[in-house]
């Protein structure tokens, strides 16, 4: 079959979008839903991801992609804080509060500066950007590693980045009574990084030896992902986070084996109208789409609200994009 957008897998890129409705789950899941839903898949599988397809055999090439790398994700990072900072500036007046506590919330309260550099967990709307910053970071290290000839690091940087993250989530969780740990680990140095580093070592070594082989990861994969959603439920031991985190991260390896393993089909329909980067932005907007929705209805039903706002962030998206395209296809008749 014919390959198109320089041969992107569009059934992963679809994928994506089902690890966004698992992103929304997770945040919009609450003391009001008798089902909380944590299912834990989703943002490994998108450290991964970028690991993987990070990779090539060819050095200077690799150079180049290390640092597109770094453009993309600073890209990303800046829209999402530009998004955010703007809708929280008009929420602030929605809300009844003045610019003095909207400055006060943003720059003092949640510490910036060491969300950026921590990525301690903040409280204002677009909380999700801790992931954008922690990619970005993640990007930096790649780079460096790239740059320097030290990729070998990597051997030592997943067990001991993913050790440091067990310790704290798991030992210091049980023993010292506190999540603080974990909130300062869930980040790019503890998290991001050797899920990163993982991807990028599963694409280095080439698992997919015979084609067949994905059929296994599929199965091995699925097992994970319902062992992490149905171990919160049945087993419910003190250091379940710890658990899931183990199966996610497990069931993410798996499963883009998977779709690394299936053929690309002709996706010229798909890349024109919705683009590649639908899943992102989706991401990007949810929480703001969330808290709009909030003020006009109200979803007894978990799955069906996080539904609803995976419509409608891709609807902004969608309409974003195809003005767009609109945009430039009048820019070429000009031109002509």
Same mark, same amino acid.
Not at 31 to 51: Q, T, W
Not at 86 to 102: A, S
């Given at each position: 079959?014919?390959?198109?957008?320089?041969?992107?897998?569009?059934? &992963?890129?679809?994928?994506?979008? *089902?690890?966004? *409705?698992?992103?929304?789950?997770?945040?919009?899941?609450?003391?009001?839903?008798?089902? $909380?839903?944590?299912?834990?898949?989703?943002?490994?599988? $998108? =450290?991964?991801?970028?690991?993987? =397809?990070?990779?090539?055999?060819?050095?200077?090439?690799?150079?180049? +992609? /290390? &640092?597109?790398?770094?453009?993309?994700?600073? +890209?990303?990072?800046?829209?999402? $804080?530009?998004?955010?900072?703007? =809708?929280?500036?008009?929420?602030?007046?929605?809300?009844?509060?003045?610019?003095?506590?909207? =400055?006060?919330?943003?720059?003092?309260?949640?510490?910036?500066?060491? *969300?950026?550099?921590?990525?301690?967990?903040?409280?204002?709307?677009?909380?999700?950007?801790?992931?954008? !910053?922690?990619?970005?970071?993640?990007?930096?290290?790649? %780079?460096?590693?790239?740059? *320097?000839?030290?990729?070998?690091?990597?051997?030592?940087?997943?067990?001991?980045?993913?050790?440091?993250?067990?310790?704290?989530?798991?030992?210091?969780?049980?023993?010292?009574?506190?999540?603080?740990?974990?909130? %300062?680990?869930?980040?790019?140095?503890?998290?991001?990084?050797?899920? $990163?580093?993982?991807?990028?070592?599963?694409?280095?070594?080439?698992?997919? +030896?015979? /084609?067949?082989?994905?059929? !296994?990861?599929?199965? !091995?994969?699925?097992?994970?992902?319902?062992?992490?959603? /149905?171990?919160? +439920?049945?087993?419910?031991?003190?250091?379940?986070?710890?658990?899931?985190?183990?199966?996610?991260?497990?069931?993410?390896?798996? @499963? &883009?084996?998977?779709?690394?393993?299936?053929?690309?089909?002709?996706?010229?329909?798909?890349?024109?109208?919705?683009?590649?980067?639908?899943?992102?932005?989706?991401?990007?907007?949810?929480?703001?789409?969330?808290?709009?929705?909030?003020?006009? #209805?109200? #979803?007894?039903?978990?799955? &069906?609200?996080?539904?609803?706002?995976?419509?409608?962030?891709?609807?902004?998206?969608?309409?974003?994009?195809?003005?767009? @395209?609109?945009?430039?296809?009048?820019?070429?008749?000009?031109?002509?």
């Amino acid at each position: 079959m014919e390959i198109f957008s320089k041969g992107r897998n569009v059934y &992963l890129d679809l994928f994506k979008f *089902f690890l966004c *409705f698992l992103v929304i789950a997770i945040h919009l899941a609450g003391e009001s839903y008798s089902h $909380f839903p944590l299912y834990r898949l989703a943002v490994p599988m $998108f =450290f991964i991801i970028s690991g993987y =397809f990070n990779y090539t055999s060819d050095a200077a090439c690799l150079e180049k +992609k /290390s &640092l597109a790398f770094i453009k993309r994700t600073a +890209k990303y990072m800046i829209v999402g $804080f530009l998004i955010y900072i703007v =809708f929280d500036f008009i929420m602030c007046f929605v809300e009844g509060h003045g610019v003095g506590y909207y =400055f006060t919330t943003l720059f003092y309260e949640d510490f910036l500066l060491e *969300f950026v550099f921590l990525n301690r967990p903040i409280t204002y709307t677009g909380a999700q950007l801790w992931f954008l !910053i922690a990619l970005f970071v993640v990007s930096f290290i790649h %780079y460096g590693l790239v740059k *320097f000839n030290k990729l070998h690091y990597y051997k030592i940087i997943i067990p001991a980045c993913y050790a440091i993250y067990f310790f704290f989530a798991g030992y210091m969780y049980l023993f010292q009574d506190t999540d603080m740990p974990i909130r %300062y680990t869930r980040n790019a140095w503890f998290f991001g990084l050797p899920n $990163f580093a993982l991807g990028f070592t599963l694409a280095k070594f080439n698992f997919h +030896k015979r /084609s067949w082989y994905k059929y !296994i990861y599929l199965v !091995i994969g699925v097992l994970f992902y319902f062992l992490q959603v /149905s171990e919160y +439920k049945i087993i419910r031991t003190e250091n379940i986070s710890l658990e899931m985190y183990v199966s996610s991260v497990l069931s993410a390896m798996f @499963l &883009l084996q998977f779709f690394v393993g299936i053929k690309r089909a002709d996706c010229r329909f798909y890349y024109k109208w919705v683009g590649k980067n639908g899943p992102f932005y989706v991401y990007i907007f949810h929480m703001a789409v969330a808290v709009v929705l909030s003020k006009f #209805f109200s #979803f007894p039903n978990l799955m &069906l609200k996080c539904a609803v706002v995976l419509a409608v962030s891709f609807a902004i998206y969608e309409t974003v994009y195809l003005l767009s @395209l609109l945009r430039r296809h009048a820019k070429a008749k000009k031109t002509v």
